[in-house]
């Protein structure tokens, strides 16, 4: 099985930075993309960020220029993907989520799995 654990929400005031974090571990062959989506209250679920194998990154209109994806891998199949968040924004609350996907060691041969979710408010 492959997890998702997620941490660093919390409460900002405008203009201020966050960063969050995602784990990814277990039965992982290879990771192709890791992303960051969010959902306000009454919203559907939104991409954020990607972060594909390649080093290619991408970014929501609403986020360019303000949140930084990135990702990192340690020994014993243990990925990480960051969003540093600047600049927040009111419209920036939401709870948000990660999401991985790639090849497992064991069947079935691929995964598509999320986080948990974390919280993210910005207000004054």
């Known amino acids: 099985q492959v997890r998702l654990v997620e941490s660093g929400g919390g409460s900002v005031q405008p203009g201020g930075s966050l960063i969050l974090s995602c784990e990814a571990s277990?039965?992982?062959?290879?990771?192709?993309?890791m992303a960051w989506y969010r959902q306000a209250p009454g919203n559907q679920r939104e991409w954020v960020a990607s972060d594909t194998t390649g080093g290619t990154t991408t970014y929501a209109e609403s986020v360019k220029g303000r949140f930084t994806i990135s990702r990192a891998s340690r020994a014993n199949a243990v990925n990480t993907v960051t969003l540093q968040m600047d600049s927040l924004k009111a419209e920036d609350t939401a709870v948000y989520y990660c999401n991985a996907n790639g090849e497992s060691t064991i069947l079935p041969k691929n995964f598509d799995v999320w986080g948990q979710g974390t919280l993210v408010t910005v207000s004054s």
């Open positions: 277990g039965t992982i062959l290879t990771i192709d993309n």
